[in-house]
């Protein structure tokens, strides 16, 4: 907390050249109260901050009014949570597809989600990007954002089964994925640049949260046409598969 409103260009500056190049510094409620994060576990770590703090502005010095440590207990709660959180909505969306399209349908869509989400996860440990509830909220939009792509081709094909009765498997995949392709590609390419406006001008506090909409929309577009689809061939998917089985007279007399 500082006595005046706070520079908080001066802050940063200040704490790079003090060693804490991680540091994300920003308001928190009033202009004079800062919220510093930055990764460490060094029980000192608050002192040496204010006395960086207090170098960056000697006329308008700043108190530590609060000091916490998110430990690996916290961390690893995190993942089981994400990681249960994830597990309940891919178990749904499959229920829901195999109840609405049919088995192998949900199968291709999970398969092509699980491949999302371990791209976007990929990227996020290559690049070193701390996973936390933001990054987890974007991992969670990501599998609506390419389930919703998936759909679009999977219901295109449910229909061209009946339109394209002599159609092969292979032939009615790829026309139905040639006749969403402009709808994929316009989505796409408009979230995209949605996202880069915020990898841009987000700061600091939205970078992780933006890498893993950008890596998320651009691994969900390609498997939606490139996964998905070739799930449903090795699965052998034919018009038989959405037939409704037929009730016979006997089934109808036997019910009470």
Not at 24 to 42: E, H, K, N, W
Not at 56 to 61: G, L, Q, V
Not at 161 to 170: D, E, G, H, N, Q
Request: hydrophobic content about 50%; cysteine-free.
């Amino acid at each position: 907390t500082y006595e005046k409103p706070a520079d908080l260009t001066k802050v940063r500056t200040e704490l790079a050249s003090a060693g804490f190049h991680d540091a994300v510094v920003q308001s928190f409620g009033a202009t004079t109260d800062l919220l510093v994060r930055m990764p460490g576990d060094d029980p000192l770590l608050g002192n040496k901050v204010a006395a960086a703090l207090g170098q960056a502005d000697t006329a308008n010095p700043a108190v530590i009014k609060r000091v916490e440590f998110v430990g690996p207990q916290v961390g690893e709660e995190l993942r089981d949570q994400g990681g249960l959180g994830m597990l309940m909505a891919l178990g749904g969306i499959m229920l829901y597809l195999a109840f609405r399209f049919q088995w192998k349908f949900a199968v291709g869509a999970i398969v092509s989600l699980v491949h999302d989400v371990i791209v976007t996860m990929g990227v996020l440990s290559f690049f070193q990007i701390t996973f936390d509830l933001t990054v987890l909220a974007a991992v969670l939009a990501i599998i609506g954002y390419s389930l919703n792509d998936t759909i679009v081709v999977f219901d295109r094909v449910r229909e061209n089964f009946r339109v394209l009765r002599k159609a092969s498997l292979i032939d009615n995949i790829n026309i139905s994925t040639t006749q969403t392709l402009l709808r994929t590609m316009a989505t796409s390419i408009s979230t995209l640049l949605a996202i880069a406006a915020l990898l841009i001008f987000g700061g600091d506090n939205l970078w992780g949260f933006s890498i893993a909409l950008f890596v998320g929309v651009l691994a969900g577009t390609y498997s939606s046409i490139y996964i998905a689809n070739v799930v449903l061939i090795w699965l052998n998917l034919s018009a038989e598969d959405l037939i409704p089985p037929v009730v016979t007279d006997k089934e109808i007399d036997d019910r009470p």
